[in-house]
């Protein structure tokens, strides 16, 4: 076998062949399954989404309320999981206690029956439908609150402002939260979507590919990136201290919500985000944080605009999550409720072709070492 050169960051080298979703960094293109990313915001849901990125193609009318229905069937949670999920730390990290959660399911939904489609069928619904109802029960639960049930009456993303919330989202604000979801639910081999498709390949069950997947996802230098923008914000405090924070900075600093390993120009997604931050301004007053954020990416795109560094998709969804009622410790697992879209398209895609993910190493240490006894060292 011929030995290749070493990449850090494995950068450059491709980890599977995948139809799923497609960058062009250079363009600042996304598309799922060959639609664009504006499109697919403008017109379609995220379950709509979901199914397209996992099934391949979009549902016809039955297809999406079959799945639809069955999605919302598959809302609550089983009491164990609450009552496991109540002796969680309050101050624990939402994004430990989703990776813990998610990872639960596996003890109790039957394992790794991966060659059958009704199996692959439940997994998907499963996850897509409990993830969400996870994240807003452990909100609730570190507020010293019961968890509130889910409603079979509001769709995908009204029903998760509602359990999170406790009152019935404005239509406006449902609809903008399912663009989000559709926004993040899919970006080709992130770090996330890697971490799920090793874990895929070792034939584990789809829980245990979420968990994984969840946990690369906390990160800063990836999910995690959208908390950070809303402190770094805080902390800069007024649209005029932005450029001296960023001349203060150490060199070398990461500006979290800048940069991408693919995306050179601005990120398509950021620039949606944007306007669905103008929509939620105009509907429930302005944030003035987004100012401080305007001109933060103005003195970025100033400095660093040259060596391809622009405003990614972490950049402007807290300022929109934010108007929505979410914490922003949430930030990320409602990252994580869009991203299990993506991750169960590649595990069902990983399954599809599945040879083990065992890449090699370049060693760099000793060889022929003597052992030395404990008493002589
Ligand atoms: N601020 C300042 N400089 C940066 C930034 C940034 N945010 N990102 C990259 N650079 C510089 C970096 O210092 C390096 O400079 P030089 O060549 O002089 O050493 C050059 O750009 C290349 O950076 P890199 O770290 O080698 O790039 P990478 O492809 O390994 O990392 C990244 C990509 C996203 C981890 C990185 O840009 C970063 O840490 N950004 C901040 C965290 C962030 O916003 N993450 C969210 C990513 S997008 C959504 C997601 O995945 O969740």
Redesign the pocket.
Known sequence: MTVCEYK??L?GIPAAQSSISHVDGQKGILEYRGIHIEELAEKSTFLETAYLLIWGQLPTKEELEEFEKDIRYHRRIKYRIRDMMKCFPETGHPMDALQTSAAALGLFYARRALDNPAYIRKAVVRLLAKIPTMVAAFQLMRKGNDPVRPRDDLDYAANFLYMLNEREPDPLAARIFDVCLILHAE?TM???TFSARVTASTLTDPYAVVASAVGT?AG???????E??ITMLEEIGSVENVRSYVENLPP????????????KVK?PRATILQKLAHQMFDKYGHDMHYDIAVELERV?KEK?GD???HA????YSGLVYRKLGIPSDLFTPV?AIARVAGWLAHWKEQLAENRILRPTQIYTGDHDMPYTPIAQR
């Open positions: 850090p960051g950068e970006q992130n770090a996330s996802l800063p230098l990836h999910g995690g990136a959208n950070e923008v070398k600093a990461k500006i979290m919500g800048f940069g991408h390993r693919v995306y990120d970025i660093l060596k391809g560094i990614n998709v972490d950049f990252f």
